[in-house]
C-alpha cells in the first residue's frame, strides 16, 4: 500500500494568501522537490512532510486534532510543531519546516532544526525487553527517542528481526508486498541506536527479587527495569491430524514463508479452518495466488460476534465472489494428508490446510515469577506490572479500559506498538497513563476495514450506507456511549471518530 509521492500543489516557498487556509484545514503543496503539507492550527502554521511514513498516506486526507495530524489509512500521529510520530504505527517522524507569515502569505522555505536531545526523569541501569513483536520493537524505539543512554536489550525467540507482522497475512502472503519491505527496521538500525537485539534466544526464568532473568543457555541477564513483551502464541487443534507437516498457523514471519513455499511447492487446494480476521485474510491471500479456498468454523456468520450481521454477511459475499466457498456451522473431525473431514461426514480435498482459531497470551514466564496473570498479565494505568519494575506491554496485557470500563485484553498490532511505547515511557519516570483509543485494520482483497474503541458486548449497531457499495460505517453502541465504529472507504469518519473517544476519555 503506498501512495503517489511526487510533488504537487502550489509552490510553498512562493507562498499562499492567508485566506487559503482556515483554522483547522491542511493544503498539500511543496518546497522544492519535498512534498510538504500546511496546516494551520489556531493563529499558528506548521509545516511538515506530507505523507506517513508508516505505509505512505497522503497525510492531506487526514485530520487535524489540536496540534497533531493523524493518518487516514493507520491512525498514526504526528506532532504538527516537530514532525515527531507521536502514535504507532508509524515509528519515524516527519520531517519539518520553518513557517514565516509576510504581509497576506504565509511562505515556507527551509527545513527546522533538529529538536535538542531529552533527557529522562528516570533512567534505569539497564532495560531489558523480553519479546521482538510490536510491543517490544517500539518499546526500544521509544527508549532511545526519549533519551535513555543506558543498555536496551531486546530477547527475542525468533529467528527474524521484528518485522510487519500484519502484512504476513496481507500483502506478503498474496504475493504483492516484497520480502524487502517486511523487517521494521534495515540491518544497521539497531547497532546504530545501540539496541542489543538477541535473536533465537529463550528465557527460561525471571528471578524478580534479584532484578535477573536466566536464559535457556545458562546465562544469566541483570536487568534495571524489565518489559515482558511475549505476545500469544496460535491455538492449535486438537483432532486426530493436527500435526501432519502441511498443517499451519500464521504468526510469525517464518510461518508465512512456509505458506508461501509451499505454495511455491504446488500446493493447489487449501483448507482454512477458522473465519477468524487472520484465517480470512489468509483465505484472501491465497485466492489471490489462485489456490482452492474453503473456509471452516463452527459460527453461523463470520467475524459476527465482532462486526455485527451486517459486515459479517458483506464479508462472506466478498469472499464468495472471490471463488471462497465456506463451510460454516462445522467442525473438523480429523486431517490426513489429502483431506479433511467435516464431524458431519464431509471431506474436503486439501493439500494445505492452515489454522486460525485465535490465540492465548504467551504468560508462563509471568506465572513462574509470581506476577498476578489471569487470562494476561495484570497491569495498571501504567502498564506496571503486580511486581514494581516489571511492565507487560501487547498481547499478554491485562488492564483497565477507559471506554468501556473493564479490564481488557487487546490483540491489535497498533494496540501493542502504543503499549510499548506507553510502557517505555513510563520505566523511564514519565508517568504516562493515558492509554490509547484502541485501532486496527483489516483487509480483504481491495477492501478494507477500520476498526476504533473495543466492544465485546452492543446494545445496538447503527449503519449508514451500504458495505457493498465500499462505502458503510457501523456504530457499536451500549446506552449513550459510541463503544466502537467500523467503517470502509470512511477514513475521515472514522479518524473523527476516534478524536470523539479521545476527548471523551480526556473529559472524565
Known amino acids: 500500500m503506498s501512495s503517489d509521492k511526487s510533488p504537487s500543489g502550489p509552490d510553498l516557498a512562493a507562498g499562499i494568501p492567508l485566506s487559503e487556509l482556515s483554522e483547522g484545514e491542511m493544503l498539500t503543496g511543496h ?37 497533531s495530524v493523524r493518518c487516514p489509512w493507520h491512525h498514526a500521529c504526528f506532532s504538527l510543531r516537530s514532525g515527531e510520530a507521536l502514535a504507532a504505527p508509524a515509528l519515524d517522524g516527519l520531517a519539518c519546516w520553518k513557517t ?16 535538542p536531545a531529552r533527557r529522562p526523569a528516570r533512567s534505569p541501569s539497564s532495560v531489558v525487553i523480553v519479546g521482538g513483536g510490536a510491543a517490544g520493537e517500539a518499546a526500544a524505539e521509544t527508549l532511545r527517542r526519549e533519551g535513555y543512554t543506558g543498555p536496551v536489550t531486546i530477547l527475542s525467540e525468533e529467528a527474524a528481526p521484528p518485522c510487519d507482522r500484519p502484512n504476513l497475512s496481507k500483502d506478503y502472503l498474496a504475493g504483492t508486498a516484497k520480502a524487502a519491505w517486511i523487517p521494521l527496521r534495515g540491518d544497521d538500525f539497531y547497532g546504530r541506536h545501540k539496541i542489543t537485539l538477541r535473536l533465537a534466544t529463550e528465557v527460561a526464568t525471571i528471578e524478580p527479587q534479584a532484578s535477573r532473568l536466566r536464559l535457556a543457555n545458562g546465562e544469566v541477564l541483570d536487568y534495571g527495569a524489565l518489559l515482558l513483551a511475549t505476545g500469544a502464541e496460535p491455538v492449535r487443534l486438537s483432532v486426530p491430524g493436527a500435526a501432519l507437516p502441511h498443517v499451519h498457523t500464521l504468526r510469525s514471519q517464518a510461518d508465512s514463508e512456509a505458506l508461501i513455499a509451499a505454495v511455491e511447492a504446488g500446493a493447489r487446494r487449501a483448507v482454512v479452518i477458522g473465519a477468524s480476521f487472520i484465517g480470512l485474510e489468509v483465505a484472501a491471500s491465497l485466492r489471490q495466488r489462485g489456490l482452492e ?5 463452527p459460527e453461523a456468520r463470520p467475524l459476527a460476534q465482532v462486526l455485527g450481521e451486517a459486515l459479517s454477511d458483506f464479508i462472506r459475499e466478498l469472499h464468495e465472489a472471490k471463488g471462497v466457498t465456506f463451510h460454516l456451522e462445522s467442525r ?26 485465535g490465540v492465548r497470551p504467551r504468560t508462563a514466564l509471568a506465572e513462574t515469577a509470581g506476577l498476578k496473570v489471569d487470562d494476561g498479565v495484570w497491569v495498571g494505568d501504567t502498564l506496571e506490572t503486580s511486581v514494581p519494575g516489571i511492565y507487560a506491554a501487547g498481547d499478554i496485557a491485562r488492564g483497565p479500559d477507559s471506554i468501556s470500563g473493564e479490564r481488557v485484553r487487546i490483540e491489535h498490532w497498533a494496540v501493542a506498538q502504543r503499549q510499548g511505547q506507553r510502557a517505555a515511557r513510563n520505566i523511564l519516570g514519565a508517568e504516562d497513563t493515558r492509554a490509547a483509543v484502541p485501532f486496527f ?41 459510541t463503544l466502537a465504529v467500523a467503517t470502509i472507504f470512511r477514513d475521515r469518519e472514522s479518524l473523527e471518530a476516534e478524536a470523539e473517544m479521545e476527548a471523551r476519555l480526556r473529559s472524565r
Open 293 to 297: 479456498v474453503r473456509v471452516v468454523a
Open 31 to 67: 518546497v522544492g522537490e519535498d512534498a510538504v503539507l500546511l496546516a494551520r492550527s489556531g493563529d499558528a502554521f506548521h509545516a511538515v512532510g506530507a505523507h506517513c511514513t508508516h505505509y505512505g498516506a497522503p497525510l492531506g486526507d487526514g485530520l487535524i486534532v489540536d496540534d
Open 332 to 357: 473438523v473431525a480429523r486431517i490426513s494428508a489429502d483431506t479433511v473431514e467435516l464431524e458431519g461426514g464431509e471431506r474436503l480435498d486439501a493439500d494445505l490446510v492452515v489454522t486460525g482459531i
Open 441 to 481: 485494520w483489516s483487509q480483504h482483497y481491495d477492501i478494507g476495514i477500520n476498526y476504533v474503541g473495543h466492544a465485546t458486548h452492543w446494545d445496538r449497531i447503527e449503519t449508514d450506507g451500504d458495505p457493498a457499495a465500499h462505502d458503510f460505517s457501523a456504530r457499536f453502541i451500549a446506552g449513550d456511549r
Open 100 to 115: 514565516e507569515v509576510v504581509g497576506d502569505r504565509v511562505h515556507v522555505r527551509e527545513r527546522a532544526a533538529p529538536a
